[in-house]
């Protein structure tokens, strides 16, 4: 939500930060916007993507080699110029750039103007730029003061970074809730919201931690400081991240290169945890922790959209194969609503960015309660996999398709790791059952390039279903949080209205939408409930809806009842949500695409959502 990049060093700022602000597009981009120190501030903002942004700066005189960007997530105030980041103060001294919402806004705004100041934008960030100044003018002090004094009295979320005109040699970034990473170049530094921006230049960073303030010099030096003043040390870490993970690499969007990287990624997220020939599994990160676990009065997992999903799979996972018992909590709602949590219970939260603003503070909810926590997180070095006791990397590589894919199979897999490792610990799955999951689990990887080869087929199905106004997808069992998924990912990029729904729970409320013009995706691979899904086909067909049916390679009985049908290859019951939700992946892109949508940046969402 919201991407912020700045700049200082020798090199023309300009082309860093629009390079910058295009790499982190997906975090927002309702507007888009920079200042370049050029003598005075060049301030350039503009409403829509960062290309309308492009285009207006050669207009302008963007030399310099200190500047500050920013790509916008509305919060407060209307997507439009005006609103969009940097925010300058009153004396055009100051330019500022913000990701976070300043809550106590309203009243900061109030007390400035009672002494003058004005605000020409609908922000809550532009109250920062006139406290900064107001204390730098008022108490004489420097940028890194005044943003101290500025931020001690603003309450919320915030990663800022600041210019000062009179000081065309220092940038200060702070961090509350929101992330910042330091890039330490040659001679150069870099602030941003992730590494995306500065891996071109530089791969090593700083994690700023909640609270912190750094004060970055063009003469190569930086100090970081609490907001008590306190010096802080952090160590620079080298990131393993290579360019062309952010690059489209030949695909049209993200989103397919990243459906089509799936058996890759399900790969990586296996490495060195699985070997069926001596016949182990193991995630490195729960060893330290592994009675505990093991002795857990209860799972609780804690997420929000796609990998909440996942964590409902991880709930039919860990119960049938672990026997613990799970709950599965939308972050949001656990956080409010004083859930009972002690010392005996597990947290589990599951995030694909490490950012999302709920699920952090679920998670610093579940620790004051004492729960061990840990984390199931993709991107290394964000904030969930800073502050979790314990967890494990889904190591997908960056996902930069707003609409979530190879995380949720990624995540899949080492939930199915867990539950795997923890049954044949616990002695609640036997040795044989042990050894054909895991030599199922490592069969995966072929299976899903099998699915992907039914392309055609897809996009033929999508080409049948694309005007539709509604989708119903069912599912049951495994394959019930498939069908939320698949429905997810329709609404996501398409704007198609769509349910998921435990397909026997049809009865008691969607059936009555049903009719010619309602598809029903069948996600139908299950073993169990076979018959009773048959039946819930039966009963949607004899209403004339369309059916669309996922089922397992071979299977004649369903393919028969269906308008459509795509195959996917047999594995074990529990591994099936890693193959029946490519399909409706492919589904969703290809309906998406040919609505002409914008799959990678689908209105109104964001792919980190740092705002609670
Ligand atoms: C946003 C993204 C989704 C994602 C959700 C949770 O809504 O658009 O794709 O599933 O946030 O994000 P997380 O990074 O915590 O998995």
Redesign the pocket.
């Known amino acids: 939500m919201c991407g912020i990049v700045a700049y200082i060093g020798n090199k023309p700022a300009y082309p860093i930060i629009i390079e910058g602000l295009k790499r982190l597009e997906y975090r927002g981009y309702d507007s888009a916007g920079l200042t370049i120190l050029n003598g005075d501030l060049v301030t350039v903002k503009k409403k829509g993507k960062v290309s309308n942004l492009e285009e207006e700066s050669l207009l302008n005189n963007v030399d310099g080699t200190l500047g500050i960007g920013h790509t916008r997530w509305a919060t407060h105030g209307k997507p439009d110029d005006i609103n969009a980041h940097p925010h300058n103060s009153g004396n055009n001294r100051i330019s500022l750039i913000h990701n976070g919402i300043i809550e106590n806004y309203a009243v900061l705004k109030k007390a400035l103007e009672r002494i003058g100041h004005t605000f020409i934008s609908e922000t809550d960030t532009e109250v920062l730029a006139h406290l900064i100044e107001e204390y730098q003018t008022r108490d004489n002090l420097s940028l890194t003061d005044a943003v101290r004094s500025a931020l001690e009295r603003a309450v919320g979320a915030y990663a800022i970074v600041v210019i000062d005109k009179n000081d065309p040699n220092i940038m200060v970034g702070a961090r509350k809730s929101s992330p910042l990473v330091l890039g330490v170049g040659e001679d150069e530094y870099f602030l941003a919201s992730d590494a995306s921006p500065i891996i071109k230049y530089t791969n090593k960073v700083i994690y700023l931690n909640d609270e912190d303030i750094v004060t970055v010099h063009r003469d190569g030096t930086y100090e970081i400081k609490n907001l008590q003043n306190q010096v802080q040390n952090h160590a620079v870490q080298e990131l393993d991240l290579k360019l062309e993970e952010l690059e489209r690499e030949g695909y049209e969007h993200f989103m397919l290169k990243e459906i089509y990287q799936q058996p890759t990624t399900i790969k990586e997220s296996m490495r060195g945890r699985i070997n069926s020939e001596e016949g182990w599994v193991v995630l490195g990160g729960m060893t330290p922790f592994i009675k505990r676990i093991m002795n857990a009065k209860r799972i609780i997992f804690a ?6 999903h996942s964590a409902l799979v991880a709930e039919y996972l860990i119960e049938e194969l672990a026997r613990i018992p799970v709950e599965v909590e939308y972050a949001s709602e656990l956080r409010y609503r004083n859930p009972i949590i002690s010392e005996k219970d597990v947290v589990v939260a ?7 603003a709920d ?1 952090l503070a679920a998670i610093e909810l579940a620790k004051e309660k004492g729960a061990l926590v840990y984390g199931i997180v ?2 290394v070095g964000s904030s ?1 996999s800073r502050i979790t006791d314990c967890g494990s990397y889904i190591h997908a590589g960056p996902e930069i398709g ?3 894919t190879k ?1 949720f199979t990624s995540q899949l897999t080492v939930l199915t790791l867990m539950a795997i490792n923890l049954g044949h610990l616990r002695g609640t799955i036997n040795s044989d059952y042990f050894h054909q999951l895991i030599i199922a689990l490592e069969n995966i990887p072929a299976k899903v390039e099998k699915v992907l080869q039914q392309n055609d087929l897809i996009k033929f199905i999508a080409g049948e279903l694309k005007d539709m106004m509604n989708a119903l997808y069912l599912g049951r069992g495994y394959n019930f949080p498939v069908a939320l998924e698949g429905a997810l990912k329709l609404k ?1 990029i398409s704007y198609i209205h769509a349910e998921g729904y435990p397909a026997a729970e049809m009865k008691h409320g969607p059936i009555a939408l049903i009719d010619e013009n309602m598809p029903v995706i069948f996600i139908a691979t299950n073993k169990s409930a076979y018959d009773k899904i048959i039946s819930n086909i039966q009963e949607v067909k004899a209403r004339k809806a369309v059916v669309i049916s996922i089922v397992t390679e071979g299977d004649v009985k369903i393919k028969e009842m269906s308008d459509y049908c795509i195959e996917i290859p047999e594995t074990e019951e529990p591994l099936t949500p890693l193959l029946s939700v490519i399909p409706l992946q492919l589904l969703s892109y290809h309906i998406a695409l040919m609505r002409g949508c914008d799959v990678d940046q689908p209105r109104n ?5 740092t705002v609670e």
Do not use: H, P
């Open positions: 997420a929000c959209g796609t990998s909440w599951i995030s694909q960015s490490g950012e999302t699920t993709n991107v969930i707003v609409a979530s995380a996501e969402l964001a792919k980190s959502v």
